[in-house]
């Protein structure tokens, strides 16, 4: 019985070491608590789980904030900024930014039963889209994109943990991690996987706002728009996406649509310019217009004025603010 015991003993050690010591090192910032996760101004270094950022930020904050306006969306929409936005709604507005990473609908929808489950208000929102987060009905897996417990009633903590330790037994990670925090330096290698980041980033913990300031600063000096990086933005055709919008997203599609009425949002729906230039499928659109309304949905994807130079973007799928500020200036004149 003794020697079975020690076998057995033998055999979880290391398991309970590996867990022991990601618990004690929380490399993710997902086990132990953080307020801010980033600081002022920082490189980002190992990647969060933007998603599980907006959302502890937004529940830590609001006793202190009460927040009353909210951008959401997927990365893309972390470029809309809310100075450009606030002269449009309220100067006395509070605003947040409650974005996630590869956001999906079901994502979306949680923030917003969040907000409305806590009390919260939802006096204004901004909805950036795009055909990739139209078709989302759940959460892409992974330790970037694993929604938060807190958007699900506390539901699934063992399974979103699983996440990152799953991430960080990945021996690109492991050796990634170990030598970032040894040296300070992030490597080339390191970006592999998006598990390090070397954007320098602006952020506003009130806000949950980030600005590419390093990205913005390589713009002014001329040095950003490499020959690599220009090789993202090929001269894309032009198609139309195929059709998005299932059965299962229209249903939330029009679960979040009843709790921005019942809120008596000032609302609007941008459908988000991307450099690839794929437009809206026209059923989509024509869907989005019926459950929002045909004159707060803004379609300015495909081919147009916002797609046709490149320097308007960090890359072929994220616009700069020198776009998503006429996007914005133009939706509320109109």
Avoid at 110 to 133: F, H, P, Q, R, Y
Avoid at 269 to 283: E, Q, R, S, T
């Amino acid at each position: 019985m003794k020697r079975f015991l020690k076998k057995i003993l033998l055999f979880v050690s290391p398991v309970v070491a590996v867990v022991g010591i990601y618990i004690i090192l929380d490399p993710f910032m997902v086990v132990h608590h953080h307020s801010p996760f980033f600081e002022r101004e920082c490189y980002v270094g190992i990647n969060p789980n933007i998603g599980y950022v907006s959302t502890m930020t937004y529940i830590e904050n609001l006793p202190d904030q009460d927040y009353d306006s909210f951008i959401f969306g997927n990365s893309r929409s972390v470029h809309f900024l809310i100075d450009d936005w606030q002269p449009h709604i309220d100067p006395a507005a509070h605003c947040f930014h409650f974005n996630a990473d590869g956001e999906s609908l079901y994502g979306m929808l949680k923030k917003i039963e969040l907000i409305d489950s806590l009390g919260g208000k939802l006096s204004n929102a901004l909805l950036i889209v795009d055909n990739t987060l139209l078709g989302k009905a759940k959460n892409n897996e992974g330790h970037l994109f694993a929604i938060p417990p807190a958007l699900e009633g506390g539901r699934g903590k063992t399974r979103f943990q699983w996440q990152y330790i799953k991430a960080f037994l990945t021996p690109r990670f492991t050796v990634a991690y170990a030598d970032y925090t040894i040296t300070g330096k992030i490597k080339d290698y390191m970006r592999a996987g998006f598990f390090v980041s070397d954007e320098y980033i602006t952020y506003d913990y009130r806000r949950n706002e980030l600005k590419e300031t390093g990205f913005e600063r390589e713009i002014a000096a001329g040095t950003f728009y490499t020959p690599t990086r220009k090789a993202y933005f090929t001269d894309f055709p032009g198609t139309v996406a195929k059709p998005s919008i299932g059965a299962q997203q229209a249903q939330m599609l029009t679960e979040i649509a009843t709790l921005l009425h019942e809120h008596h949002t000032n609302y609007k729906v941008i459908v988000c310019p991307i450099f690839n230039k794929i437009k809206l499928n026209p059923a989509d659109l024509a869907f989005l217009q019926a459950t929002f309304g045909i004159d707060a949905v803004y379609d300015f994807s495909g081919v147009n004025s916002y797609t046709a130079d490149y320097r308007g973007y960090y890359d072929a799928y994220h616009p700069r603010p020198t776009i998503t500020r006429q996007i914005i200036n133009q939706v509320y004149a109109d």
